[in-house]
């Protein structure tokens, strides 16, 4: 294939492929790394082909980082064209809820439907242990 027509890789193409990468603590939920925030930046090389992932982490003491590195580099290779990924765990920003968007934030949010009678029950247990130490 000629150089001019070869298939060049764009950020919108790589962060579309991370709407598929799930946080592990949020797959059952469908949320992806992009729906959290977790991603700082995407740059692809002036080769068209090499790319660069920024990741944030919701934690410095998340115990899936190693997986979701290797998640990212695993499925932005999959994207025709890529060559060398490089997915790295970036510390200059710090990740906030704020970072996510609307329908993350709906999809991890339970409704106050759910939590009302939660609530009652651990007050109710509050009271009882506060009769119980009297």
């Not at 740059?43 to 082909?49: C, L, M, P, S, W």
């Not at 439907?113 to 009882?128: S, T, V």
Request: hydrophobic content about 35%.
């Amino acid at each position: 294939m000629p150089e001019s027509e070869e298939r060049h890789v764009t950020p919108e193409q790589v962060l579309e492929v991370l709407q598929t990468c799930y946080d592990p603590c949020c797959k059952e939920r469908s949320v992806s790394v992009v729906e959290l925030g977790l991603i700082q930046g995407v740059q692809v090389a002036e080769n068209g082909h090499d790319v660069r992932v920024e990741l944030l982490l919701t934690s410095g003491w998340c115990p899936f980082s190693t997986h979701l590195l290797q998640m990212i580099d695993q499925h932005v290779s999959e994207i025709e064209g890529v060559g060398e990924v490089d997915t790295e765990i970036v510390w200059n920003t710090v990740w906030t809820p704020e970072r996510m968007t609307a329908s993350a934030k709906e999809k991890l949010t339970l409704p106050m439907a759910q939590l009302l009678p939660l609530r009652q029950r651990r007050l109710e247990r509050e009271a009882q242990a506060s009769q119980n130490s009297i």
